[in-house]
Antibody, heavy 123, light 107 residues
Framework: QVQLQESGPGLVKPSETLSLTCTVSGVSVSSYYWSWIRQTPGMGLEWIGFAHAIGTTELNPSLKSRVTISVDTSNNQFSLKLSSVTAADTAVYYC??????????????????WGQGTTVTVS | DVQMTQSPSSLSVSVGDRVAITCRASRNITNYVNWYQQRPGKAPNLLIFGASNLHSGVPSRFSGRGSGTDFTLTISSLQPLDFATYYCQQSYNTPRTFGQGTKLETK
């Protein structure tokens, strides 16, 4: 059974860097793309970006200048770094597996396993 | 970015009701739509991928249809556990984007 668990500080000061780690169990982190998503009452669900162990990343242009997502195969983890945070970055942060599924010759992409989420407050 | 617009934003329903939630994309995304259920305080759970494919373990009362710009999630007979918020999400391109959610409330 694939499980994901976010970890990191729950409180970050403005202008500092938010750092979160997602520990993956039940599957090798090398085998999939891995996403970060955040949720706020005002903005709803916002996809931050995804990364693969081979080095491929795609980031949301709205956050791209401040975001780094990396994959650590030795610890079966992936991480998020968001720099220069403000109160607007206060959110619940989720990690998720970004899976590709072939159906009748067509690949679809979905986030099929999520961590429980971690609340990060910028203050 | 592809904008995903859900309607309604909330719905008052009863156990046993047939429920339909719609999602409209701002451009043609063929059938690259996923649907998620989120209960309070929990992470979203995948229900449907590729507009109409039921994710493993999801009850068959959930179904999805649509293509192009218009999509629908249907719950054939609402059960107590289904009172939650539902989100559509496009995977046609990046950035992945979500609808604003539809909350099912007790009538």
């Amino acid at each position: 059974q694939v499980q994901l668990q976010e970890s990191g500080p729950g409180l970050v000061k403005p202008s500092e860097t938010l750092s979160l780690t997602c520990t993956v169990s039940g599957v090798s982190v090398s085998s999939y793309y891995w996403s970060w998503i955040r949720q706020t009452p005002g903005m709803g669900l916002e996809w931050i970006g995804f990364a693969h162990a081979i080095g491929t990343t795609e980031l949301n242009p709205s956050l791209k200048s401040r975001v780094t997502i990396s994959v650590d195969t030795s610890n079966n983890q992936f991480s998020l770094k968001l720099s220069s945070v403000t109160a607007a970055d206060t959110a619940v942060y989720y990690c998720a597996r970004d899976r590709g599924t072939m159906v009748r010759g067509v690949y679809f992409y979905e986030m099929d396993v999520w961590g429980q989420g971690t609340t990060v407050t910028v203050s | 970015d592809v904008q995903m617009t859900q309607s309604p934003s909330s719905l008052s329903v009863s156990v046993g009701d047939r429920v339909a939630i719609t999602c409209r994309a701002s451009r043609n995304i063929t059938n690259y739509v996923n649907w998620y259920q989120q209960r309070p305080g929990k992470a979203p759970n995948l229900l449907i991928f590729g507009a109409s494919n039921l994710h493993s373990g999801v009850p068959s009362r959930f179904s999805g249809r649509g293509s192009g710009t218009d999509f629908t999630l249907t719950i054939s007979s609402l059960q107590p556990l289904d009172f939650a918020t539902y989100y559509c999400q496009q995977s046609y391109n990046t950035p992945r984007t979500f609808g604003q959610g539809t909350k099912l409330e007790t009538k």
